[in-house]
């Protein structure tokens, strides 16, 4: 098998990458094509750290075989998230936007769809929070009045 190097410009740490899984990100795929980027060259990456640089590309390794029948129908559903991808998704969410970010800037647009997902999912787990909080946490919803009833909430 082919590979390539993927440096993050943070540091030394030099990731070995199959070609064919480093493909599956658009700008890397320009470059191995357009600039003969191939086999043993190093590609240094600028702007994203090696933590979230490796994260990309391993789920990318994980993914390089999906049928793109597969990858159109997940993208396409909002509900069906694929098991190992909840797993490795399952990451605070400033993390996930890095990740999202350094998808989205290497071009891999299925993990950018699955991060979008995730977010979508914590935003809206959030939003339903609040919401409890808002109405009081009991179901039902709360007034609160004019007057001087130092703020207390009167159900309706």
Avoid at 125 to 145: A, M, P, T, Y
């Amino acid at each position: 098998m082919d590979y390539i190097m993927i440096q993050a410009n943070d540091d030394n740490y030099v990731l070995m990458v199959e070609i064919e899984t480093a493909r599956m990100s658009k700008y890397i795929r320009c470059l191995i094509d357009y600039f003969k980027m191939g086999n043993g060259k190093i590609i240094i990456i600028h702007g994203i750290d090696r933590r979230v640089l490796a994260n990309v590309f391993r789920w990318c390794e994980y993914h390089k075989n999906d049928p793109p029948s597969l990858a159109c129908q997940i993208l396409m559903s909002v509900k069906v998230i694929d098991p190992w991808d909840c797993d490795f998704l399952s990451m605070d969410n400033k993390s996930l936007y890095d990740l999202l970010v350094a998808a989205k800037c290497l071009g891999v647009s299925g993990l950018v769809n699955i991060c979008c997902k995730i977010l979508k999912i914590h935003v809206d787990d959030v939003r339903d929070n609040e919401f409890i909080n808002l109405n009081g946490g009991d179901g039902q919803s709360h007034q609160i009045l004019p007057g001087n009833h130092d703020d207390e909430a009167i159900p309706q």
